[in-house]
């Protein structure tokens, strides 16, 4: 017998496929988009409908699997990497640049500054 005919996972995807109705957690279920749209394949077979049953944190994990996040931490990195790129430049084009890097710096302490305002910090 071929190794794929005996392997649990393949048969698990063979019964699923022939199935009306499978339940799956939503943390697979947006893992399985993130694969198809990926165009690595599937992890659940096609299907039509979709019910969630206990998913009362759903808007969380869907924005983990599909929203983008930047720190201003990153933002930091991103202004001193580029100030430092910016060296051998002509200073017409470099002091452009600056303006755009002290635009970032500015909105970066407005963020700061909201946060430190806030009664509900961290969630």
Do not use: W
């Not at 071929?2 to 943390?27: E, G, S």
């Not at 944190?57 to 930091?76: D, H, K, M, P, R």
């Amino acid at each position: 017998m071929p190794p794929q005919d005996t392997c649990f996972l393949n048969a698990l995807r063979k019964r699923a496929a022939q199935a009306q109705i499978i339940i799956v957690n939503h943390h697979l279920f947006f893992a399985d988009i993130m694969v198809k749209q990926g165009g690595f394949g599937e992890i659940i077979p096609r299907f039509q409908a979709v019910v969630f049953d206990e998913a009362h944190n759903i808007e969380e994990i869907a924005i983990s699997y599909f929203g983008v996040s930047l720190s201003t931490g990153q933002l930091a990195a991103f202004v001193k990497d580029a100030e430092k790129e910016t060296r051998e430049i002509d200073d017409k084009d470099r002091q452009e640049i600056k303006k755009h890097l002290n635009i970032i710096r500015g909105c970066m302490e407005e963020i700061h500054a909201l946060f430190r305002q806030s009664e509900e910090r961290g969630g």
